[in-house]
Every structure is written in C-alpha cells, then in structure tokens.
C-alpha cells in the first residue's frame, strides 16, 4: 500500500505480517510490531535518537564473542530474562518456582563427573563447600538418571571463561542423579561478582545509578526425560547485595541454606571455615530440551 502519513506506517506492516504462514510467529509479529510502533510513538523517537539505538544494538553484536555474551547480559539487565523465566513456570506464572534465568555463562561441554567430584580443576583459593542435591517429582518420589549441569564463579568472582589463569573447565560439572534421585559434589563457596560494564550494559547500568554486582550463587540446569528441563540458581543469603542483583534474579524460592561450619572437617578435610549447602529441587511434568549455550569457549592469555 502507498505510505500516506504516519499511521499508515504501521498498517502496512501488519498487513505485510498478517501473511506469514505460522500462526504463533505471526502472532509473535504482530504484537511486536504493535507494541513497537506505540513506543515510538509515545516517546516521539528522535532521529538522533534512533540513531544512537541502532548503534547501541549494533555494539550488542561486536561485543558477543565466543566466551561473552552482552545481548544475554543486556536481556538480564532490563529484567527480560527474570520475566520470561518466572512467566512460563512455576504453573506459567502462577505459583511459586525454583527456576531460574540461564544466564551468559553456562557452556554445553561440561565433563560428567561422578558423585561426589570435586569441581576445582586448578588452584582456587576459598572456603571450601560441600553441596547435597536430591531431585523429586511432584509426588515426592526420587527422579533417578537426570543429568544435572552445575557451574558457578571463583571466589574472586569470576567465570573460567574470563580467566585464562583458571583450567579449562574449572568450577564446572555435569552429574547423574543415583536411583534415590541424589548426588554430592564439593568445590568452593562462590562469590559475588560484578558483570562486565565496558559495553552497552554498562552504559545502562551507569545511566540508572545502579551497582554492577550479582550475589552469590550457584548455578543448575537438570535435565530428564518427561519432565521439564529446570534452570536454576541458589543464592547465598549472606551475600550483601542478595536484594538488590544487578540482573533482577533473585526470588525467596532460590535462597538455599548455606550452612557455616567453624569446626575442621575430618569427614571431607576440610580446613575451617567451610560451607554445606543441602538442596532438594522438585521437577515438573513437561518437555525436557538443552538450551542453546551463550558462549562455546574460554577468553586467551594476552600474549606478550
């Protein structure tokens, strides 16, 4: 149709969406251009300011490399990550829910580990921590052969994929869960961290005045046939920033009791202080799929 003034704009692209063939993606479509369009025009877009956003999506691509990812950092970062997480679960939205967003940092080639592994692949300096997991169903009855991904950052908040002076794989795993639906592994007790702000994240971040930290957490992703596929995160109540995450992720749901021991451990050799964390995490009923990884690999040692 011939463009004759502003509101038809946005016709002529419903018209051109009304015709794809899927029914949910031109639904998707639909909606976004509607929604699109209505901001643009409650604001009263600039040109300039057009302009700049296009940069800014544009500097979203340049800066999501092989072990980065900023549009998944940008997407926790205006809540997008947290909503859709808590609105297709926990009975789409309804009731309570340990799942959790996915985050940027999780890697599809985790090594399988047997219970009771230790996750610390190179030195890592930390108060040690012991965590129990035991997988339900519903009814209470044990979920036995899942496979568990678990991952989680240095105490000195960061991520095996943004240290090269980290192994290869360090505070990462990947577990079966025995028939009583359980496993144990050991590692250290994780820190909060500070997401990367040298991208459009941190202008964001700068622009509402807000600190650039996550609490402490751990990381699962347990994945079984015939149940649907649980993402979560467990924050570590004493971390000082647990109400007020950069990325919007913390529920009451997923504080676990990191329990505090003062006292040596001859059972595991532990040095004190060191840390247990018993978690139980009940799976619903639905489609079990792996997600798409956000980042295949680990930044390089600057050479000299």
Same mark, same amino acid.
């Given at each position: 149709?011939?463009?004759?003034?502003?509101?038809?704009? $946005?016709?002529?692209?419903?018209?051109?969406?009304?015709?794809?063939?899927?029914?949910?993606?031109?639904?998707?479509?639909?909606?976004?251009?509607?929604?699109?369009?209505?901001?643009?025009?409650?604001?009263?877009?600039?040109? /300039?300011?057009?302009?700049?956003?296009? /940069?800014?999506?544009?500097?979203?691509?340049?800066?999501?490399?092989? #072990?980065?990812?900023?549009?998944?950092?940008?997407?926790?970062?205006?809540?997008?990550?947290?909503?859709?997480?808590?609105?297709?679960?926990?009975?789409?939205?309804?009731?309570?829910?340990?799942?959790?967003?996915?985050?940027?940092?999780?890697?599809?080639?985790?090594?399988?580990?047997?219970?009771?592994? #230790?996750?610390?692949? #190179?030195? $890592?300096?930390?108060?040690?921590?012991?965590?129990?997991?035991?997988?339900?169903?519903?009814?209470?009855?044990?979920?036995?052969?899942?496979?568990?991904?678990?991952?989680?950052?240095?105490?000195?908040?960061?991520?095996?994929?943004?240290?090269?002076?980290?192994?290869?794989?360090?505070?990462?795993?990947?577990?079966?869960?025995?028939?009583?639906?359980?496993?144990?592994?050991? #590692?250290?007790?994780?820190?909060?961290?500070?997401?990367?702000?040298?991208?459009?994240?941190?202008?964001?971040?700068?622009? $509402?005045?807000?600190?650039?930290?996550?609490?402490?957490?751990?990381?699962?992703?347990?994945?079984?046939?015939?149940?649907? $596929?649980?993402?979560?995160?467990?924050?570590?109540?004493?971390?000082?920033?647990?109400?007020?995450?950069?990325?919007?992720?913390?529920?009451?749901?997923?504080?676990?009791?990191?329990?505090?021991?003062?006292?040596?451990?001859?059972?595991?050799?532990?040095?004190?202080?060191?840390?247990?964390?018993?978690?139980?995490?009940?799976?619903?009923?639905?489609?079990?799929?792996?997600?798409?990884?956000?980042? /295949?690999?680990?930044?390089?040692?600057?050479?000299?």
């Amino acid at each position: 149709m011939i463009i004759e003034n502003q509101a038809t704009v $946005t016709q002529a692209v419903e018209e051109a969406v009304s015709r794809v063939e899927d029914p949910r993606l031109r639904e998707i479509l639909l909606a976004l251009v509607r929604h699109l369009h209505g901001f643009v025009r409650e604001v009263r877009l600039s040109e /300039r300011e057009f302009g700049d956003a296009v /940069r800014v999506i544009a500097e979203l691509g340049h800066k999501t490399t092989a #072990s980065h990812n900023e549009v998944m950092l940008m997407a926790g970062s205006l809540g997008v990550s947290p909503l859709i997480c808590l609105l297709n679960n926990g009975n789409n939205g309804q009731t309570e829910t340990q799942a959790n967003m996915l985050g940027p940092f999780w890697r599809d080639d985790q090594p399988l580990c047997a219970s009771g592994a #230790s996750l610390v692949r #190179s030195p $890592t300096p930390g108060a040690e921590l012991r965590v129990s997991v035991s997988l339900e169903d519903p009814a209470g009855h044990p979920v036995a052969g899942a496979e568990v991904d678990v991952w989680h950052s240095s105490p000195e908040g960061l991520y095996e994929n943004q240290d090269p002076k980290q192994a290869e794989m360090n505070l990462r795993g990947r577990f079966i869960s025995g028939e009583d639906g359980k496993f144990h592994f050991r #590692s250290v007790k994780p820190a909060g961290y500070p997401i990367p702000v040298d991208g459009p994240v941190g202008d964001l971040v700068r622009a $509402t005045c807000r600190h650039n930290f996550r609490p402490a957490h751990l990381h699962f992703m347990v994945f079984k046939p015939g149940f649907k $596929t649980l993402i979560s995160q467990v924050y570590s109540p004493d971390d000082p920033n647990i109400d007020s995450d950069v990325q919007f992720g913390v529920t009451r749901a997923l504080i676990g009791k990191y329990v505090r021991h003062d006292n040596p451990s001859d059972e595991f050799g532990f040095a004190a202080p060191w840390y247990s964390l018993d978690q139980r995490f009940v799976l619903e009923a639905g489609e079990a799929r792996r997600p798409m990884a956000p980042i /295949r690999g680990k930044v390089q040692a600057a050479s000299r």
